[in-house]
């Protein structure tokens, strides 16, 4: 399936969209709801104008959520929306999942493996590249301690001088002193899932004991 993890101490950023899609985003809380609410109507549009086969992710970017950002971003007398957006589409069949990302002036890109976004682009390089090498094939608990370990690389990397990557050890060291004051979100598009909706948010239950080592002093 598919796994979409943050670290955040505010509102939630992990959401449902349709069936087989997922939103997520950074930035202004009240930009986030907006645009959640809005390619969810999209969403919802579609399927009942068209059918649900018809809502696809490709769609829901190309001809939604991409030129409803770029509108903002472009007109003079209209506030762009503070936000960076991640979209994934799983595929029930396990041929091609998608990702996409969505910048605040509507532009957007494709990944097949995976995707992320973060408060600058050397930052969501650098998570994106570790991802991508990142086997598809790991058990939900190494792939959650997986993700978190590259979202504390992206988090360090916002601080970083002159292109500085940071190793793995002080990732490590970042993420036992810094999710104190954190909470861990995840969500899966769980392909094995009986139900028509795949998305399923995770509980702290159910992240506690893979992620435990990462929050011992």
Request: hydrophobic fraction near 45%; charged fraction near 25%.
């Amino acid at each position: 399936g598919v796994l979409l993890l943050t670290a955040t101490p505010g509102p939630r950023k992990r959401f449902e969209v349709y069936d087989e899609i997922a939103f997520a985003a950074v930035g202004h809380p009240a930009d986030i709801e907006k645009l959640r609410k809005a390619v969810i109507d999209i969403a919802h549009l579609d399927g009942f104008n068209l059918s649900a086969n018809d809502v696809t992710l490709q769609r829901l970017v190309s001809f939604g959520i991409g030129p409803l950002m770029k509108a903002a971003f472009d007109e003079l007398f209209r506030s762009p929306f503070v936000a960076r957006v991640l979209m994934a589409e799983l595929d029930p069949d396990g041929g091609g999942d998608a990702f996409f990302t969505i910048d605040a002036d509507g532009s957007f890109a494709q990944s097949g493996k995976a995707a992320a976004i973060s408060g600058n682009a050397e930052s969501a390089q650098a998570m994106t590249a570790q991802l991508q090498k990142t086997s598809p094939e790991l058990p939900l608990d190494q792939a959650l301690g997986r993700a978190l370990e590259v979202w504390g690389l992206g988090r360090l990397t916002l601080d970083a001088r002159d292109g500085e990557v940071p190793s793995a050890e002080a990732v490590r060291d970042f993420l036992k002193g810094g999710l104190q004051e954190l909470t861990v979100e995840a969500a899966v598009l769980d392909r094995d899932r009986a139900a028509k909706s795949k998305f399923r948010m995770l509980t702290s239950e159910q992240l506690a004991e893979p992620l435990a080592s990462y929050f011992e002093v």
